[in-house]
């Protein structure tokens, strides 16, 4: 079982799992692969049990009947990563502003998400972990603009995908081909008070209790070739989308979201 090292400054956790990696089905259709990943891998098998057993957050693929065609990808996955505690603050304060929210992309590096996934988003501005400018003050960045986003992107290249992949079907290989950008859509409550910038295509969010994300948006090939979307223009007929896939993991029937998984 070999070190993980990151001596290369990489970070790059997804080829090294798959490097090592039976396939998931694999695991689940017989107890002697789970026996045998482990005993090949016992490190690698452990910090897979870790990321199963300790994620809260929960992610779910937009059925296409629900795809928000605004967004111009059909990589669309519901995302929840708030604590009960946390979505019942934003829906307080959303309740005691009139209801009034808007949707922002924000962009990260790809290092970045195994973190934005499991916690949400922070601010980091001022902390060890900072790892751009704040040009604009302290807070939780977003824009209106996918094209403004995508710019805070470094994306998943095909590269990502190990040529020794035990995985020679692995979905990913598709969705990365040619390299793929990942984005979250941001629900925000609507007031001045909430922001310490909002002009141009550049929003700050003082804190993190004025945001939540509802979606993760993937997009394929090159970051610099992003489509011009800007959620500032969406129609009140995409709003509700995004508001009928927010409500989807609420609502929707366990066999109606079985026939989609």
Known sequence: DKKWSFSDGSLDVHHMLGCAMPFASDI?????????????????????????????????????????????????????????????????????????????????????????????????????YQLVGAAYGAGIYLSNSLQTSFRYCFQFDDRCISMNCQNKNCCMSSVTNGGMTLLAVVEVVDIPEAFRHDAGTIVVVKEEKWCSIRMLVAYPGSRHTSPAVDLNNMSAANRKKIHDVIHMFKTADIEERIKHA
């Open 28 to 128: 689940l259709e017989s107890s002697s692969h789970c026996r045998t990943f482990k005993k090949s891998y016992p490190s690698v098998a452990e910090f897979v049990e870790w990321l199963v057993i300790s994620n809260q957050s929960y992610l779910e693929l937009v059925p296409k009947n629900l795809n928000v065609d605004f967004l111009q990808t059909t990589n669309q996955f519901l995302f929840v990563a708030d604590s009960p505690a946390k979505q019942a603050e934003f829906d307080a304060l959303v309740a005691q502003n009139g209801g009034k929210t808007r949707y922002l992309f924000h962009g990260s590096r790809q290092e970045n998400w195994h973190s934005i996934i499991r916690s949400g988003l922070k601010n980091m501005s001022g902390t060890k």
